[in-house]
C-alpha cells in the first residue's frame, strides 16, 4: 500500500473534520481511524468467524441493510460502529470515491482489504463484558482477545504504511469501549454465577476496575483518545422486562440501579486516568439518560413501541431465536425501538448516536 494513499486518506479525514459544522471540532484535527472494542452494541461481524451460538448472520437480521444482507450485526441495519463512522469521515465526498467502505468493517472478516485497516475496525464481539467471566460463558471474544487482535493490527499497519504513521494512526485515532450491558444482564442476574461471591457494589467494582485496567492497555499500546460508554437502562430492554419485570414487564430497576451504580464507578475511573496518565484524553460517554428518555418517551423520537422488540414475539427473541423459521418480524420497523429482544433497531440509534457525537465528541481533543 502506497504512502500517497495513506496521506490521501488522512488529508481527507483532516479536512472533513475541520470544516464539519456538525461536529465543531477545532482547527487541523486529523483522526485516521475509529477502533471500537466491546461487544454486539458495536460487533460488525466479528462473531461470524468465532465459535459461537451468539450469532445474526442471518434472515431477519439486516434486512434493511445495504442489499438486505445480515452482516453478522445485531441488528436490522446500521449499528453506532458505522453511524459514527459516517459521522466522522464522509461529510464531503461518497466513499467510494476514496475506495473507503461506507461501513466499519469486523478485523476478522477474511474480506477486509488494507484501505480498509488504515480508516479502522471493529474488535468488538457480541457477547463480551469487562468482567472477563462474561465472553466465557458464551464462547466469544474477551476483552483481552481484542487486544491481542489490536497489537496484531499494528503489525498489519506497519507493513502497510510503515512505523512512522502507524505511530501517527494510533496516537490520533479515536478509541470507542461498550462493554457492561451483559455483564448485568447475563452475568449476574440472569446466570447468577457471581451472585454468592459479589454483592452488586462488589460486582460493580469489579467492572470498573477492569474497564479501567482495558482503557490502560490501549494506552500502553498507544492510545491517546479513548472513549468509554456507559451501561444503558439495561432492566428496560424487552428481555430483561420479560425476566425481571413482574407481571407488567415493568423496567427491572434492580439491574438500572446496579448500572447507574457502575457508571458513576466509571466516571471516576477515567477521571482519576485523565490526571494520572499524560497526554491522554479519557472522555467517559453518558448514554444512560439518553435511552432511557428514547424509552419512556417513544413518540418525542417518532416512534410506536419501545417495551418489545419488532422480531417474533419481541418479549425473548435475540441471537438464534430470532430466525426467519421461528420469528416473524413487525410490519413496519421504524415504529420500534427494539429490534429484537436486547437490541435497537437502526433507527433508535440514529436518534440518539449523533446527539451524543455532539456532546462529547470535542473532549477527545
Request: with cysteine.
Amino acid at each position: 500500500m502506497s504512502s500517497c494513499f495513506y496521506s490521501t486518506v488522512v488529508l481527507f479525514l483532516s479536512i472533513v473534520c475541520t470544516v464539519s459544522s456538525l461536529q465543531k471540532l477545532p482547527p487541523n484535527v486529523t483522526v485516521p481511524a475509529l477502533l471500537f472494542f466491546g461487544d454486539s452494541i458495536v460487533d460488525t461481524g466479528n462473531n461470524n468467524y468465532v465459535k459461537t451460538l451468539i450469532k445474526c448472520n442471518f434472515p431477519p437480521y439486516g434486512q434493511n441493510f445495504e442489499g438486505g444482507i445480515p452482516t453478522g450485526r445485531f441488528c436490522n441495519g446500521n449499528i453506532p460502529s458505522d453511524i459514527i463512522d459516517l459521522s466522522l469521515k464522509f461529510k464531503l465526498t461518497q466513499p467510494s470515491e476514496l475506495g473507503i467502505k461506507d461501513t466499519l468493517p469486523a478485523y476478522l472478516d477474511p474480506t477486509v482489504l488494507p484501505q480498509d485497516l488504515i480508516t479502522g475496525v471493529s474488535f468488538a464481539s457480541g457477547g463480551s463484558g469487562f468482567d472477563p467471566l462474561t465472553p466465557k460463558l458464551v464462547s466469544v471474544l474477551t476483552l483481552s482477545d481484542q487486544l491481542e487482535y489490536f497489537k496484531e493490527y499494528i503489525g498489519k499497519l506497519k507493513a502497510i504504511i510503515g512505523e512512522e504513521n502507524t505511530t501517527f494512526t494510533i496516537t490520533n485515532s479515536l478509541f470507542l469501549v461498550v462493554a457492561g450491558s451483559d455483564d448485568i444482564a447475563n452475568t449476574y442476574f440472569t446466570l447468577r454465577v457471581r451472585e454468592l461471591k459479589y454483592d452488586v457494589p462488589a460486582y460493580t467494582d469489579l467492572m470498573a476496575n477492569s474497564a479501567s485496567s482495558f482503557v490502560q492497555e490501549l494506552y500502553k499500546l498507544g492510545a491517546r483518545r479513548i472513549g468509554v460508554f456507559s451501561a444503558p437502562p439495561i432492566g428496560c430492554v424487552p428481555s430483561q422486562r420479560t425476566l425481571a419485570g413482574g407481571a407488567e414487564r415493568e423496567c427491572a430497576e434492580n439491574l438500572n440501579e446496579a448500572a447507574k451504580l457502575f457508571n458513576s464507578k466509571l466516571s471516576k475511573k477515567l477521571d482519576s486516568l485523565a490526571s494520572s496518565l499524560p497526554s491522554g484524553k479519557f472522555v467517559y460517554l453518558e448514554i444512560y439518560n439518553p435511552i432511557l428518555d428514547l424509552i419512556q418517551n417513544p413518540q418525542k423520537y417518532g416512534f410506536q413501541v419501545a417495551d418489545k422488540g419488532c422480531c417474533g414475539t419481541g418479549t425473548l427473541e435475540v441471537s438464534i431465536l430470532c430466525n426467519q423459521y421461528t420469528s416473524e418480524t413487525c410490519e413496519n420497523v421504524s415504529d420500534y425501538v427494539f429490534w429484537d429482544s436486547y437490541h435497537p433497531t437502526e433507527g433508535a440509534y440514529k436518534a440518539v448516536v449523533p446527539p451524543i457525537l455532539r456532546r462529547y465528541l470535542t473532549k477527545f481533543f
